[in-house]
T-cell receptor, first 111, second 112 residues
Framework: EDKVVQSPLSLVVHEGDTVTLNCSYE??????LLWYKQEKKAPTFLFML????IEKKSGRLSSILDKKELFSILNITATQTGDSAVYLC???????????FGGGTRLMVKP | EPEVTQTPSHQVTQMGQEVILRCVPI?????FYWYRQILGQKVEFLVS????????KSEIFDDQFSVERPDGSNFTLKIRSTKLEDSAMYFC??????????FGPGTRLTVT
Protein backbone atom coordinates (compact mmCIF):
# COMPACT_ATOMS: atom_id res chain seq x y z
CA GLU A 1 0.00 0.00 0.00
CA ASP A 2 1.40 3.39 -1.02
CA LYS A 3 2.27 5.67 1.85
CA VAL A 4 2.72 8.85 -0.18
CA VAL A 5 0.36 9.46 -3.09
CA GLN A 6 0.64 12.32 -5.53
CA SER A 7 -1.91 13.65 -7.96
CA PRO A 8 -2.32 14.27 -10.76
CA LEU A 9 0.19 11.92 -12.37
CA SER A 10 0.80 14.47 -15.10
CA LEU A 11 -0.33 17.91 -16.07
CA VAL A 12 0.05 20.05 -19.16
CA VAL A 13 -0.51 23.80 -18.86
CA HIS A 14 0.41 26.95 -20.74
CA GLU A 15 2.80 29.62 -19.59
CA GLY A 16 1.14 31.97 -17.15
CA ASP A 17 -1.25 29.38 -15.75
CA THR A 18 -1.41 28.56 -12.04
CA VAL A 19 -1.09 24.92 -11.00
CA THR A 20 -1.79 23.04 -7.80
CA LEU A 21 -0.08 19.73 -7.13
CA ASN A 22 -1.33 17.40 -4.44
CA CYS A 23 0.37 15.04 -2.03
CA SER A 24 -1.35 12.84 0.54
CA TYR A 25 0.48 10.85 3.20
CA GLU A 26 -0.16 8.43 6.02
CA UNK A 27 -0.77 9.66 9.54
CA UNK A 28 1.32 7.17 11.44
CA UNK A 29 4.94 8.03 12.06
CA UNK A 30 4.88 11.48 10.45
CA UNK A 31 7.28 14.31 11.19
CA UNK A 32 7.57 16.41 8.05
CA LEU A 33 6.85 16.55 4.37
CA LEU A 34 9.34 17.65 1.74
CA TRP A 35 8.86 18.84 -1.83
CA TYR A 36 11.45 18.42 -4.56
CA LYS A 37 11.73 19.36 -8.21
CA GLN A 38 13.33 16.73 -10.44
CA GLU A 39 14.43 17.82 -13.87
CA LYS A 40 16.88 15.61 -15.67
CA LYS A 41 18.60 14.07 -12.71
CA ALA A 42 18.80 15.07 -9.06
CA PRO A 43 15.81 16.05 -6.96
CA THR A 44 16.28 19.70 -6.02
CA PHE A 45 14.99 20.68 -2.58
CA LEU A 46 12.06 23.12 -2.54
CA PHE A 47 10.32 23.07 0.84
CA MET A 48 10.10 21.21 4.11
CA LEU A 49 6.81 21.47 5.99
CA UNK A 50 6.35 20.46 9.59
CA UNK A 51 3.54 22.60 10.93
CA UNK A 52 -0.02 22.62 9.70
CA UNK A 53 -1.43 25.74 8.09
CA ILE A 54 1.82 27.67 7.74
CA GLU A 55 2.54 28.54 4.13
CA LYS A 56 6.08 28.39 2.86
CA LYS A 57 6.86 30.57 -0.12
CA SER A 58 9.72 30.97 -2.53
CA GLY A 59 9.10 33.26 -5.46
CA ARG A 60 6.22 31.86 -7.51
CA LEU A 61 6.17 28.61 -5.55
CA SER A 62 4.33 28.07 -2.30
CA SER A 63 3.32 25.09 -0.23
CA ILE A 64 1.16 24.31 2.74
CA LEU A 65 0.52 21.30 4.94
CA ASP A 66 -2.80 20.11 6.39
CA LYS A 67 -2.07 17.64 9.17
CA LYS A 68 -5.74 17.06 9.90
CA GLU A 69 -6.58 15.96 6.36
CA LEU A 70 -3.09 14.47 5.77
CA PHE A 71 -2.14 16.30 2.62
CA SER A 72 0.03 19.02 1.23
CA ILE A 73 -0.26 21.16 -1.86
CA LEU A 74 2.37 22.84 -3.98
CA ASN A 75 1.23 25.90 -5.90
CA ILE A 76 3.06 27.42 -8.81
CA THR A 77 1.75 30.75 -10.10
CA ALA A 78 2.53 32.35 -13.45
CA THR A 79 4.13 29.15 -14.70
CA GLN A 80 7.12 29.30 -17.04
CA THR A 81 8.57 26.67 -19.36
CA GLY A 82 11.43 26.29 -16.89
CA ASP A 83 8.95 24.94 -14.36
CA SER A 84 8.56 21.80 -16.49
CA ALA A 85 9.76 18.92 -14.32
CA VAL A 86 8.64 16.08 -12.13
CA TYR A 87 7.61 17.33 -8.70
CA LEU A 88 8.15 14.89 -5.86
CA CYS A 89 6.89 14.91 -2.33
CA UNK A 90 8.38 12.80 0.41
CA UNK A 91 7.44 11.98 3.97
CA UNK A 92 9.99 12.02 6.77
CA UNK A 93 9.05 9.83 9.73
CA UNK A 94 8.94 10.75 13.39
CA UNK A 95 11.74 8.30 14.09
CA UNK A 96 14.65 8.33 11.67
CA UNK A 97 15.43 10.29 8.55
CA UNK A 98 14.60 8.02 5.64
CA UNK A 99 12.37 9.72 3.11
CA UNK A 100 9.46 7.88 1.52
CA PHE A 101 8.73 9.36 -1.87
CA GLY A 102 5.54 9.59 -3.86
CA GLY A 103 5.44 8.72 -7.51
CA GLY A 104 5.65 12.34 -8.61
CA THR A 105 3.62 14.69 -10.78
CA ARG A 106 5.03 15.38 -14.22
CA LEU A 107 4.36 19.00 -15.13
CA MET A 108 4.78 20.26 -18.65
CA VAL A 109 4.47 23.98 -19.28
CA LYS A 110 3.95 24.90 -22.93
CA PRO A 111 4.93 28.29 -24.29
CA GLU B 1 26.31 27.41 -3.04
CA PRO B 2 27.59 24.11 -1.62
CA GLU B 3 26.47 21.00 -3.49
CA VAL B 4 26.59 17.25 -3.13
CA THR B 5 28.81 15.81 -5.86
CA GLN B 6 28.91 12.26 -7.20
CA THR B 7 31.25 10.30 -9.43
CA PRO B 8 31.10 8.78 -11.93
CA SER B 9 28.03 10.17 -13.66
CA HIS B 10 27.59 6.89 -15.53
CA GLN B 11 29.00 3.45 -14.76
CA VAL B 12 28.60 0.41 -16.96
CA THR B 13 29.54 -2.93 -15.45
CA GLN B 14 29.05 -6.60 -16.10
CA MET B 15 26.87 -8.76 -13.93
CA GLY B 16 28.81 -10.17 -10.99
CA GLN B 17 31.34 -7.33 -10.89
CA GLU B 18 31.89 -5.05 -7.93
CA VAL B 19 31.20 -1.33 -8.25
CA ILE B 20 31.93 1.58 -5.97
CA LEU B 21 29.91 4.75 -6.29
CA ARG B 22 31.40 7.86 -4.78
CA CYS B 23 29.88 10.92 -3.19
CA VAL B 24 31.18 14.06 -1.56
CA PRO B 25 28.45 15.39 0.75
CA ILE B 26 28.11 19.06 1.66
CA UNK B 27 30.99 19.82 3.98
CA UNK B 28 29.22 20.74 7.23
CA UNK B 29 26.57 18.04 6.92
CA UNK B 30 26.42 15.18 9.39
CA UNK B 31 23.89 12.76 7.91
CA PHE B 32 24.44 10.91 4.66
CA TYR B 33 22.16 8.79 2.54
CA TRP B 34 21.95 6.64 -0.55
CA TYR B 35 18.75 6.38 -2.56
CA ARG B 36 18.10 4.72 -5.89
CA GLN B 37 15.61 5.25 -8.67
CA ILE B 38 14.95 2.50 -11.17
CA LEU B 39 13.88 3.96 -14.49
CA GLY B 40 10.24 5.01 -14.37
CA GLN B 41 9.85 4.15 -10.70
CA LYS B 42 9.87 5.99 -7.37
CA VAL B 43 12.93 7.19 -5.55
CA GLU B 44 13.69 4.51 -2.92
CA PHE B 45 15.69 4.80 0.28
CA LEU B 46 18.66 2.47 0.69
CA VAL B 47 20.65 3.51 3.74
CA SER B 48 21.46 6.35 6.11
CA UNK B 49 24.77 6.95 7.84
CA UNK B 50 25.57 9.07 10.86
CA UNK B 51 28.51 9.25 13.22
CA UNK B 52 30.44 6.68 11.19
CA UNK B 53 27.81 4.00 11.30
CA UNK B 54 24.65 2.92 9.53
CA UNK B 55 21.61 4.37 11.29
CA UNK B 56 18.87 2.92 9.07
CA LYS B 57 18.66 0.64 6.08
CA SER B 58 15.88 -0.64 3.87
CA GLU B 59 15.14 -4.19 2.76
CA ILE B 60 16.87 -3.40 -0.52
CA PHE B 61 20.16 -2.85 1.31
CA ASP B 62 21.16 -6.48 1.69
CA ASP B 63 24.57 -8.09 2.21
CA GLN B 64 25.61 -7.17 -1.33
CA PHE B 65 25.67 -3.50 -0.36
CA SER B 66 27.99 -1.64 1.96
CA VAL B 67 28.76 1.98 2.74
CA GLU B 68 31.86 3.65 3.99
CA ARG B 69 33.18 7.07 4.86
CA PRO B 70 36.87 6.43 4.21
CA ASP B 71 37.98 9.97 4.99
CA GLY B 72 36.54 13.32 6.06
CA SER B 73 34.91 14.08 2.74
CA ASN B 74 33.96 10.97 0.75
CA PHE B 75 31.00 8.66 1.23
CA THR B 76 30.88 5.50 -0.86
CA LEU B 77 28.38 2.83 -1.79
CA LYS B 78 29.78 -0.56 -2.78
CA ILE B 79 27.81 -3.24 -4.54
CA ARG B 80 29.77 -6.46 -4.24
CA SER B 81 28.33 -8.58 -7.04
CA THR B 82 26.06 -6.60 -9.30
CA LYS B 83 22.85 -8.01 -10.72
CA LEU B 84 20.84 -6.84 -13.69
CA GLU B 85 18.19 -5.49 -11.32
CA ASP B 86 20.75 -3.17 -9.70
CA SER B 87 20.60 -1.01 -12.82
CA ALA B 88 19.27 2.33 -11.61
CA MET B 89 20.16 5.93 -10.85
CA TYR B 90 21.86 6.10 -7.46
CA PHE B 91 21.56 9.35 -5.54
CA CYS B 92 23.61 10.44 -2.58
CA UNK B 93 22.08 12.96 -0.19
CA UNK B 94 23.14 14.78 2.95
CA UNK B 95 21.75 17.08 5.58
CA UNK B 96 22.70 18.92 8.74
CA UNK B 97 20.48 19.23 11.80
CA UNK B 98 17.71 21.05 9.90
CA UNK B 99 17.07 17.71 8.15
CA UNK B 100 16.52 19.20 4.70
CA UNK B 101 18.11 16.54 2.52
CA UNK B 102 20.08 17.78 -0.47
CA PHE B 103 20.67 15.38 -3.32
CA GLY B 104 23.62 14.93 -5.64
CA PRO B 105 23.30 14.65 -9.43
CA GLY B 106 23.30 10.87 -9.34
CA THR B 107 25.27 8.01 -10.85
CA ARG B 108 23.54 6.01 -13.54
CA LEU B 109 24.55 2.37 -13.06
CA THR B 110 23.99 0.04 -15.98
CA VAL B 111 24.56 -3.67 -15.36
CA THR B 112 24.88 -5.77 -18.51
Amino acid sequence: EDKVVQSPLSLVVHEGDTVTLNCSYEVTNFRSLLWYKQEKKAPTFLFMLTSSGIEKKSGRLSSILDKKELFSILNITATQTGDSAVYLCAQRPAAGNMLTFGGGTRLMVKP
Amino acid sequence: EPEVTQTPSHQVTQMGQEVILRCVPISNHLYFYWYRQILGQKVEFLVSFYNNEISEKSEIFDDQFSVERPDGSNFTLKIRSTKLEDSAMYFCASNNRTYEQYFGPGTRLTVT
